[in-house]
């Protein structure tokens, strides 16, 4: 059995490095997944450092979000057509790291 603190692994994805981790705290159960990001931010900084800020046009890449953060932050808003939001969520410094170009969307 592999365990962090109180949590006990019950599930690793080989592929994409997820793990889920639960643990009973006497009332319930507890699930906690994790996902290895390191790579997709080091990623975005390698490409946001060769692209510099001579991006112009349409159909750049501007980000990539891993499937876990852009279910839990972007895709509502990208099912209602909140395209608002989605372009505040993606200026915010606080999410810096997933963008792979300078500049404002």
Do not use: C
């Amino acid at each position: 059995m592999i365990k962090d603190g109180d949590f006990r692994l019950i599930d690793w994805d080989p592929q994409s490095g997820r793990t889920v981790w639960a643990m009973f705290d006497g009332e319930k159960t507890v699930v906690r997944t994790d996902y290895p990001v390191e790579a997709t931010i080091a990623g975005n900084a390698a490409v946001r450092k060769e692209a510099g800020k001579a991006w112009k046009g349409d159909w750049n890449r501007i980000a990539s979000v891993p499937l876990n953060v852009y279910y839990d932050q972007l895709h509502a808003a990208e099912q209602q057509g909140d395209d608002k939001f989605v372009t505040r969520w993606l200026n915010d410094s606080g999410n810096r790291a997933w963008r792979t170009t300078e500049g404002s969307v």
